[in-house]
C-alpha cells in the first residue's frame, strides 16, 4: 500500500505562487505515476497535471499549461504554480496509479489507485 501526503498549500494573493509537494511511501513506488487533481465543494474531481513513471512525460489540463508544473525526484512529487487565479482555489489532492512504463497518463480520477488527504490552496482576489 503506497501512502501519499500533501503539503504546501495556503492562502496567495492572485499572480502569487506556490508549490505543493507530495511525499509518496511504500512498497515499489517507482512503478508508480502521479497526478494532482482538484476539487471544489459541490463539484467534481478535475485533473490538473500528471506525470509518468519515470518522469519523462507529463500532462496538464488547458487552464493551467504555461502557469503550473509537475515534477518528481526520488519519491516527491512537487507542482509549482504560478500566475495564481481565484479560480485556482480548491483542495489539491495527489494520486498515485500502478502502471506499465509506457502508459498514457490517466486523467479520470477511477483510474487512481491511493490518494492523499488534500491540501488547501485559496487564491485571493
Known amino acids: 500500500q503506497i501512502q501519499l501526503v500533501e503539503s504546501g498549500g495556503g492562502l496567495v494573493q492572485a499572480g502569487g505562487s506556490l508549490r505543493l509537494a507530495c511525499s509518496a511511501s511504500?512498497?515499489?513506488?517507482?512503478?508508480?505515476?502521479f497526478s494532482w487533481f482538484r476539487q471544489v465543494s459541490g463539484k467534481n474531481r478535475e485533473f490538473v497535471a500528471g506525470?509518468?513513471?519515470?518522469?519523462?512525460r507529463s500532462a496538464y489540463t488547458d487552464s493551467v499549461k504555461g502557469r503550473f508544473t509537475i515534477s518528481k525526484a526520488n519519491n516527491m512529487v512537487y507542482l509549482q504554480m504560478t500566475s495564481l487565479k481565484p479560480e485556482d482555489t480548491a483542495v489539491y489532492y495527489c494520486?498515485?496509479?500502478?502502471?506499465?512504463?509506457?502508459?498514457?497518463?490517466?486523467?479520470?480520477?477511477?483510474?487512481?489507485?491511493?490518494w492523499g488527504q488534500g491540501t488547501q490552496v485559496t487564491v485571493a482576489s
Open positions: 506525470i509518468s513513471r519515470n518522469g519523462g
Open positions: 511504500g512498497p515499489q513506488v517507482s512503478r508508480y505515476g
Open positions: 494520486a498515485a496509479d500502478h502502471v506499465i512504463l509506457t502508459a498514457p497518463i490517466a486523467m479520470t480520477p477511477s483510474s487512481y489507485d491511493y
